[in-house]
């Protein structure tokens, strides 16, 4: 069934794999330059090979999709049926991810093209994107649509740990005041997104810790609603399975949990061992 509404993202939402598809989300891949190379995020170039490249200290960068890129995944949408589109993206402080979708919006014009910032990433993106293609399928309008994206985004919680805040600095995703935070006796540092960029939160001792905090702080985002989760990680796929079930003993109430491991667009500026915890309470939808 052909869908009026087509819902556009990036590839910066990480999706657990096969889940974009199966909603009918259309993604366009981030850039990734390695030394010389040049790949496409998620597509060419995923996990395995971003843990590769930085364990031999590649120079890892990432840069936004050309308005070129969303134009050709915008028209394909309509020559397949769709009438209007909402592209939800990655946070414009993050990215000048969103600028591009805006400027490809721009040749279709805003009534055909709706552009929204989500002021996350990962899965806080993710879940204002699941929403979207929900109430598109369900028939709503390009407004229904945007706005469900919009109001699920504005509620989730994202909450992450890293081994060092060495990768944040090298990316220009935190600022070098904050580089201490990661500076003492080994100090874990927990982050979170708050008005649509990366700040720290707190530093804890150890790992361990760490994920006992990322389990704190999802609770208390959670509150007594029900909620969905998910769990984000960097070649930390047993650490990312004990954050699980530490949380689903803590969360009665949780409804789903997705896992998925990051790409270069995030993994690259949080490094190795990083643990991630996005949180939507009450329903996807409203």
Not at 35 to 45: A, C, E, I, M, T
Not at 171 to 196: D, F, M
Request: hydrophobic share 50%; glycine share 8%; charged share 20%.
């Amino acid at each position: 069934m052909t869908v009026s509404v087509a819902v556009v993202t990036d590839s910066t939402a990480y999706f657990p794999r096969g889940l974009a598809e199966r909603s009918g989300i259309r993604q366009v891949p981030l850039h990734v330059l390695v030394d010389d190379r040049h790949w496409l995020d998620g597509v060419q170039f995923g996990s395995a090979e971003l843990v590769s490249a930085l364990a031999r200290r590649a120079s890892v960068t990432t840069s936004r999709p050309a308005p070129e890129e969303f134009e050709a995944v915008y028209a394909d949408a309509i020559r397949a049926g769709a009438d209007t589109i909402v592209s939800v993206h990655l946070s414009r402080a993050l990215s000048g991810t969103w600028e591009s979708a805006r400027l490809a919006a721009e040749q279709f014009g805003a009534e055909r093209v709706r552009v929204v910032d989500s002021r996350s990433t990962g899965m806080g993106l993710g879940f204002a994107v699941l929403a979207a293609a929900a109430v598109a399928a369900e028939g709503g309008d390009v407004n229904a649509v945007a706005e469900a994206a919009a109001r699920v985004a504005a509620r989730t919680r994202a909450f992450f740990s890293v081994d060092s805040l060495e990768y944040l600095r090298r990316g220009g995703r935190i600022g070098q005041t904050a580089a201490w935070l990661g500076s003492a006796l080994a100090a874990k540092p927990l982050l979170h997104v708050e008005s649509g960029r990366v700040v720290p939160l707190e530093k804890v001792r150890t790992g361990s810790r760490a994920r006992a905090r990322l389990v704190d702080l999802a609770v208390e985002a959670a509150g007594s609603m029900p909620c969905q989760l998910a769990v984000h990680h960097l070649a930390a796929a047993e650490r990312a399975a004990d954050l699980v079930t530490q949380l689903r003993s803590r969360l009665s109430m949780l409804s789903e949990c997705f896992v998925s491991e990051v790409g270069a667009a995030i993994g690259a500026h949080a490094g190795p061992g990083m643990l991630g915890v996005v949180v939507l309470p009450g329903p996807r939808a409203e």
